[in-house]
């Protein structure tokens, strides 16, 4: 068992370059996770699939957008990458949101 | 939506005291209430939870309470180690929405 992954683990992307983040679990967990997590601060959530098919904003979606390919699968994309969006970015996920999230090892972005 | 609070972003114990973090969650109805810890550098990953109906519980050094009528719960950590120092996310989750509300977060340091 894997668990969750992510690719890539580190990024550099300059100011309007774009990227797609991946995120897989194999878990069979139905709910699924895009978080932010800034130095020395908390995780705030940009998008979350509560079930394969649908897809809700979270505390800070703007100019993000994600895919829930299938059950496996949840992507996050830069359309144009700003400075604001450099952080570390955690993939998660949990049978529901009634039970234990688990975490990827985060992909580092850095945009210049 | 629910708004969960947390306190102390950061304390400082010495090896072999105890700490304690709080938080507090306004939606009456959250009944899941998970801890995690986080590494530098590292995911966070689940420590101890607890759901409503339950007021109390234990795993080895680690305890957490919930107070349903003031709704607040907290972190209880005794004898505490180097190791222990990490930092500590409380989070809170219900029926009414699909995804978890975070606490900002408290950095703990055990000083040996």
């Known amino acids: 068992n894997a668990g969750v992954t992510q690719t890539p683990k580190f990024q550099v992307l300059r100011t309007g370059q774009s990227m797609t983040l991946q995120c897989a679990q194999d878990?069979?967990?139905?709910?699924m996770y895009w978080y932010r997590q800034d130095p020395g601060m908390g995780l705030r959530l940009i998008y979350y699939?509560?079930?394969?098919?649908?897809?809700d904003k979270g505390e800070v979606p703007n100019g993000y957008n994600v895919s829930r390919l299938n059950k496996r699968e949840f992507s996050l994309r830069l359309e144009s990458a700003a400075p604001s969006q450099t952080s570390v970015y955690f993939c998660?996920?949990?049978?529901?949101?009634?039970?234990?999230?688990?975490f990827g090892p985060g992909t580092r972005l850095t945009v210049t | 939506g629910e708004n969960v609070e947390q306190h102390p972003s950061t304390l400082s114990v010495q090896e072999g005291d105890s700490a304690v973090i709080k938080c507090t969650y306004s939606?009456?109805?959250?009944?899941?209430f998970p801890w995690y810890k986080q590494e530098l550098g590292k995911r966070p990953q689940l420590i101890i939870d607890?759901?409503?109906?339950?007021g109390e519980k234990k795993d080895q050094r680690i305890a957490v309470t919930l107070n349903k009528t003031a709704k607040h719960f907290s972190l209880h950590i005794t004898e505490t180690q180097p190791e222990d120092s990490a930092v500590y996310f409380c989070?809170?989750?219900?029926?009414?929405?699909?995804?978890?509300?975070f606490g900002s977060g408290t950095k703990l340091n055990v000083k040996p």
């Open positions: 998660a996920s949990s049978a529901s949101h009634l039970y234990e999230q688990y």
């Open positions: 878990m069979n967990h139905n709910s």
């Open positions: 699939s509560a079930s394969e098919g649908t897809t």
């Open positions: 939606d009456s109805a959250s009944n899941y």
């Open positions: 607890i759901r409503s109906n339950v």
């Open positions: 989070a809170a989750s219900s029926f009414n929405f699909n995804k978890f509300y």
